[in-house]
């Protein structure tokens, strides 16, 4: 079945400092990528997303490419804040379901804390 | 435009008892899904729901249900709660499935 193996954390980095979250998946076809963030006490919030191979999503300063070759949707940002701290999730959705069903699949998440 | 809403956010049960979630999807959307949050298996999907009709149940147990009223809204509920069922309740909804905008979630503790 589908799959999303994330690094494992916690991840703690400086104010500043250049962030990069890997993330793999295994899946038939091809499947649409995202990034969800949560915050302390909230849901998941949408960060970013990728239908389709060499696509890439963006927003906030994150970033993340859609590669087929390597299956991988690692998520970047040039220069974190410490309101970045949060869990980040990558997780996929099939590339095309009968039923018209796009069941999440999620990594474990990981925990990024910013330092001022 | 109001976000997915879910109610109760706190809910705190005992064991044997059931209880009743539900979720207000963002206006316009059809479908609807759930999923529970557990620190040791992560986030899992439950079953979701398209024009009141089921598409897509995840490997739980019959105890945990759920249907979809004609405005899009759901409940979910789970019989005979178990200790194992503490977690954070998550909906989400989307116009056709994806993408999904997520609620706040429901705390749901058993005692």
């Known amino acids: 079945g589908d799959s999303v193996t994330q690094m494992e954390g916690p991840v703690t980095l400086s104010e500043e400092a250049f962030l990069t979250i890997n993330c793999t998946y295994t899946a038939t076809g091809y499947p649409s990528l995202f990034w969800y963030v949560q915050y302390p006490g909230e849901g998941l919030q949408l960060l970013l997303k990728a239908t389709k191979a060499d696509d890439k999503g963006s927003n906030k300063g994150f970033e993340a490419t859609y590669r087929k070759e390597t299956t991988s949707f690692h998520l970047e940002k040039g220069s974190v804040q410490v309101s970045d701290s949060a869990v980040y999730f990558c997780?996929?959705?099939?590339?095309?379901?009968?039923?018209?069903?796009?069941?999440?699949?999620f990594g474990k998440g990981t925990k990024l804390s910013v330092i001022p | 435009k109001a976000g997915v809403t879910q109610t109760p956010r706190y809910l705190i049960k005992t064991r044997g008892q059931q209880v009743t979630l539900s979720c207000s999807p963002i206006s316009g959307h059809r479908s609807v899904s759930w999923y529970q949050q557990t620190p040791g298996q992560g986030l899992q999907f439950l079953f979701e729901?398209?024009?009141?009709?089921?598409?897509n149940k995840g490997n739980f147990p019959g105890r945990f249900s759920g249907r979809q009223f004609s405005n899009s809204r759901s409940e979910m509920n789970v019989s005979t709660l178990e200790l194992g069922d503490s977690a954070l309740y998550l909906c989400a909804s989307s116009l056709t499935g994806q993408p999904q905008h997520f609620g706040d979630g429901t705390r749901l503790s058993i005692l």
């Open positions: 729901y398209f024009s009141e009709t089921q598409r």
């Open positions: 997780a996929l959705s099939p590339a095309y379901s009968g039923a018209g069903s796009y069941q999440l699949t």
